[in-house]
């Protein structure tokens, strides 16, 4: 049983999960409530939560599911929209909500990668927010790049590599390959004559030629993020 607000502001998430995928901003919820401050929102967020109404999907910002709809509700109507004559009971959600566009993921973030002369990926303990429609499955990392070699495809200095964790990847594809166990550099990965030949995208740099057992691919390109300051 659900008081007025929390059923308000459960048929509004639903409503804005419909429309467009995305859920709405607690800014949003508090105009469309008419409520004071957005604690108020938290506090009916957190009892619909309980309720097992809504959940939260963790790890990311302002994604909200709708798991049920009220069967009635506790104290007087919401007062119709314009034009609609449907049943509170009778919404249901969607078979498939689509997953809002807006998620954000933390990702790892190891560190800087050469997009030139190769230099070491370090291993840190920072991690960055990524745009969940940016990765695919499987699991993912950040390399801040450091140089020009890749700038013919797209890949400046100081943009975040965001990297697909896999030890394999097809002629053609721009890894992240550890060179002789010490040194990891961002290139397009080619095999050529029984040798790994690894290809800047800059006319200014040569090709890497190495023995296949001197790289090791430790993932490759899945997009990239650019921040403007």
Known sequence: MLTRKQHELLRFIQSKLEETGISPSFEEMK????????SGVHRLISALEERGFIRRLPNRARALEVLRQPEDVTSKPIPAAANSNTAISSIRPPAVTP???NDVIEIPLHGRIAAGVPIEALEGQSSLPVPAALLG????YALEVSGDSMIEAGILDGDYALIKRTDTARDGEIVVALVRGEEATLKYLRRQDGQIRLDPANSAYEPQIYDPAEVIV???LAGLLRRYH
């Open 218 to 220: 430790q993932g490759k």
């Open 31 to 38: 105009d469309a409530l008419d409520l004071k401050s957005k």
């Open 137 to 140: 499955a499987g699991e993912h």
């Open 99 to 101: 997953a809002p566009a």
